[in-house]
Each structure stands twice: as C-alpha cells, then as structure tokens.
C-alpha cells in the first residue's frame, strides 16, 4: 500500500476566480479557475496519481489495475467509485439549481441522483449561498417565479463563515453565492437541474440551459429540515462519512481498514503523513488518498483537512436469481437470509436471450417497487446461472438447459438493475444458500453435491466459494469412479455423473429388472421401463424387492465413493446433498454416513465429516445468489 498524491482536473466556468491558482497552489495556466476536481473518477474530470508506481495514470485506471480491494469492502455496493470531492472558488454567484434523489435519477436518467455536502474553505465578510426555501411554496408559484424572475424572493439566504458545514440533501434548491471557497463532497453523478441563471450568457454566447420542468419534478417546496445529528463525523451518509482533521504543531493518529480507502483533503497548513515506512509530505490545497487496509497512519504539522471515507450501508437487502430450467425465481434477500419479497418469471426458452434478461429486470423492478423497496436499499444483484460462466465479464459462456452462448448476460441486466451484479453457477449458488443459512449454517468449509439429472457439486473453502483458477469452474460429477465404466455425457467413461445422478440410479433398476420380470418395478412402472425413476426404485428396494435392492445398493456404493474422495480432497466440515435424489431424507443421509465412515482416511483417529441433506430447498439458488453479492 502506498499514499497517493493526487492532481486535479480543472474547470474554468465561468463563475470562477483565482484563488485555487493564487492560494492553493494549482498549477493550471488559464486566467479563471472554478473548480479542481480534486477525487474524481468521472470522464469529465478525472483525478491523476502523481507518485509512485502509478504516477500519470488517472484515480480510475489505478483502482482498475491495483484492483478494486483498494476501495475497500464499504465500496462493495457501488459500480463506480462513488463520491466527486472538488474545490470550488466562486468569486461570483453559481446558478439556482437543484439535484434529484436515486428513485428519480435512476428512472428518468438512468444513474444515480446526488446529494452533496458544502464545507466553507474561506469566504469573505457577508457572503452568503441559498439553501431551500424560506417559505412552503406550491409548486405553480415555483413554476411562475421562475418564469418572471422572482425566485430570489422565496429562498433561503444563508450567511456564512469559515468551517460552516451544509449538506444539500437531494431535492434541495441551492446556490453557492460569490467570494465563497468551498471544498464540495458529493455523490459522484451529474444530474443537475439548473433553474435560474441570473440571466447569465454561457461561454458559447447564449444563455446557459435550464431544466425548469424537471425541477418543478423533484425540488422540496419548503424549508430545509434539521438533520439528525451526526457527530463526530462532520457528515455522514450513504454516499460518504466526513470528518475533520484539524491540528496546531501535533501528532493525529488514524487508522484505514479494509473497510475503506481514506482521501484526505488539506485546506490549511501543511504537514507530513506516516503510513508504515512511507512518509509524505504535504500542504494547502494538496489531495492525499490512502487505499483501504493501508493500516495505521501518523499526520504531524498545522493544518486543517477533511477525510472523507465510506461507511457501511445500514439494514442492506441483495437481490438474488435463480435461473432453474422451468423457471426463473428472484427474491430480495435482508442481513438475516431471509426472502423479504420474491416473484416467479417463466424461463422461455423462444425468445431472445436478450428478451429474457429484460424480462428479468422489468420483473425485479416491478417486485422491489410492488413491495416498497427502493433500488438503492439494493447493494448488489447475484445470480445463479446453469453452465459455464465467466464471472469476471459477466457472460454466461454456454449453457446447455438455455441453449445460451456467449451470452452477456450482466451487460443486458444492468439496463434494468444499475448495481454491482454477481454471476456463478447454479450449484455453487445452492452450496452458498445452505451455507448462510441451511444445513451448512456457519461451516468455513463445506462440499455440496446436488444429485439430479446430474450431479454438480460446490465448494466452500476456508470460508470462499472455490471457482479455480480458470474459467468454467469446478466440475466434481466428472471425476471418475469407474475406470473404463459408463460412458458420460462428457464424453469421459466412468463419471460420479454416470453413477451418481437420478440417471444413474434409473439405469441400474431397468438393468436389475429386465433380469427380474417378476421384479415389483414392472408393477410399479405399469410394465412400461420409461417410467421407471429414482423414487420408484427407492421403493421397490423399501419393499424388499431383490431388483430394487441391488441396484439401490450398486447406487449408493458410487455415492458413497463419490462423498469419500470429496472428503479425502477437501477435509470439509460437512457434505451437503441436495437436488431430486436427497428428497429421501435422512434415510439416504443415515446409510451414507455408515457406508462412509471407513472409506475416509485416518477415519479411526478423526471423525470424518457428517452428511447431512440440504433444508433449503428451493430457496438455497436464491439465498445462495443473494450471497455472491
Ligand atoms: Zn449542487
Ligand atoms: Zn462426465
């Protein structure tokens, strides 16, 4: 880890004064300087690393190399970095504008809203900014004042001093007034609703734009309500947790978790920071940036700064998808595994891939807004897809059961969920939901085998989803239990699949029964084999049948063989089954832990891992989707 010192992009609206060149040291060659973008992602003016190994690249294309951890785990739940902290020197008024919540960013505009928090730098005796009205007004006389210029009238004109803080909630009208210096944390968006210009001519020579009918949309007629107080922070919200460092010829300790990377921005003074066995210098106007789990750090010197970092979100829900054959099941998942809400969607297998992943989307939306549940309470969207997936690019890559291709899947679900979504398999999602909160409920290391059609497995090591290092995952049904055995449908002769799965099983039983045509299956079946399945041939073997109790117990050797290699492999803390087969319950769970038992190696010494079914049921791709967030 190492301190970044970052260098601004500048804005020179036309507002703007000199102080950033003439007092905060800003290196920039124009005659009026505005703004200098100070922590800034955004296209329109990126912030660049200055030293170290990342020097001249922008802040974006150091967290795309460093990696994303460099953020911390708080920044988990946006797509992009998720705060703009700039400096703004208004030596004249700044336009009466106004910024619309995430509800309605997110449908009219297809981004987040934004809420902003002022710190007065500096400014000059009497200056004063708007914030809010100093009245109700109804929404007409807003649209008539507007019109006949009279807006002035009914804001709030606030006063203000050196360390005043304001923070403008969306839908607040506001304006930064002149001879102002503010240092400006906001929600990194830019939807901004301009309502009153003073009439102003743009650089362009025209008057500069206005967004009236949005406005009159999302503005709060009324005064501004008093916010709860959020002490010691100087401001906290979802977006950002501010505080003050403030120091006279001493020592300030502080620490950066994982939890979050640190920006500290120097408004007065100079100093110098310690962090390990780096040391770095700094003064007035300066833009520090400490990546997440830098540790702990020492700042000595005279001088006044804000270290802005990210806070957890309170009371978060996750979306979770599961993508089954027949149907698509989605849910809203809270902090307890819990489904607060959930909706089916039919998998039609007719329409375009595209089609059905707007269909996903427009579902989900409708479920959240059916059930009061605003997007951004959402800090992520997980899915459980069938086939090969490559999670990074988020691209179902093949999937047999949807015919699916190269399919990119978060691209297109994104139009509809503009939050971080997760994609994995099918049964690596199952083992997460019986992890958080089924049979495997706090287990760090666990094997789950789904035994259907096929059978696919899932592993939890050390408390991670194992993925392999290479695409397309772990594929436990295609390791062979029987050299030169039954051809799978891998290709491979002698799979776990082939013996394992309901489709082993049904194999077994026919073979057992056409030697057998007194067998009870003919009866069972209506002497038709095709209906022959694993619950007939389990109770055929129940009823003494000789047939069904050979081939139940040619099954379960291969079972059995199966759960002790994953034992041996994986030393887990419990073997979890699920799918159509485990439907036997703990009669099936109870024979396997004895068959087990001495298969395991060094089984007289330790008490090899218990199997146990899946309690989840349908609810585990959910639940597990919701996980991968
Ligand atoms: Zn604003
Ligand atoms: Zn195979």
Known sequence: MAIL??????????????????????????????????????????????????????LQEYIDLAGREVLGTNCRRFDEFPVLIKFIDAKDNLSIQVHPDNAYALKYEHQYGKTEMWYVVDCEEGAYLYYGFNREVSKEEFAERIKNNTLLEVLNPVKVKKGDVLFIESGTIHAIGKNILIAEIQQNSNVTYR??????????????????????????????????????????????????????????TGFVGKESFKSILVMEGEGEIVNGDEKMSFKKGDSLFLPADSGAYEISGTFEALATSEGAKKDP???????????????????????????????????????????????????????????????????????????????????????????????????????????????????????????????????????????????????????????????????????????????????LESYASATGLIRMAREQMEKRPDSLLWKLCDGDKSKVNAELAFKASDEKDEAGILAVKEYMKYLAAGIANAINMFRPEVVVLGGGISNRGEKLAEKLNEMVKDECFGHTFVKPAKVVIATLKNDAGIIGAAALC
């Open 5 to 58: 010192k970052l260098a601004p992009s500048f804005k020179d609206y036309i507002w703007g004064g000199r102080r950033l060149i003439e007092e905060y040291h800003k290196p920039y060659e124009g005659d009026i300087l505005a703004e200098s973008w100070e922590v800034s992602c955004h296209p329109d003016g990126p912030s660049f690393v200055t030293n170290g190994a990342y020097a001249g690249k922008t």
């Open 195 to 252: 309502v009153y210009d003073y009439g102003r001519i743009g650089k362009d020579g025209k008057p500069r734009e206005l967004h009236v009918e949005k406005a009159l949309e999302v503005t709060r007629r009324e005064p501004v309500r008093p916010r709860e107080n959020c002490a010691p922070h100087v401001a906290a919200c979802d977006y950002f947790v501010v505080d003050k460092l403030s120091a006279e010829n001493e020592k300030l």
């Open 317 to 495: 829900l996750r979306i979770g998808i599961d993508m089954g054959g027949t149907s698509i099941k989605i849910g809203v998942v809270n902090e307890k595994n819990e489904i607060i809400a959930r909706t089916v969607l039919e998998t039609r297998l007719d329409i375009a891939p595209e089609e059905l992943i707007a269909n996903m989307g427009k579902v989900t939306r409708k479920l959240l807004e059916d059930s009061n549940i605003p997007l951004d309470q959402c800090v992520g969207v997980g899915i459980g897809s069938p086939g090969t997936i490559d999670d990074e690019n988020g691209v179902v890559i093949y999937s047999n059961n949807y015919a699916w291709e190269n399919v990119p899947l978060r691209a297109e679900l994104k139009k509809y969920l503009p939050l971080p979504i997760y994609i994995n398999n099918d049964a690596n999602c199952a083992m997460l939901g019986e992890t958080a909160a089924g049979a495997a409920a706090g287990r760090k290391n666990v094997v789950f085998l789904t035994l259907g059609t096929g059978v696919g497995g899932g592993f939890l090591i050390d408390g991670k989803l194992f993925n392999g290092g290479l695409l397309g995952g772990t594929e436990f049904g295609h390791t062979v239990v029987q050299v030169g055995g039954v051809r799978c449908t891998c290709g491979r002769e002698g799979c």
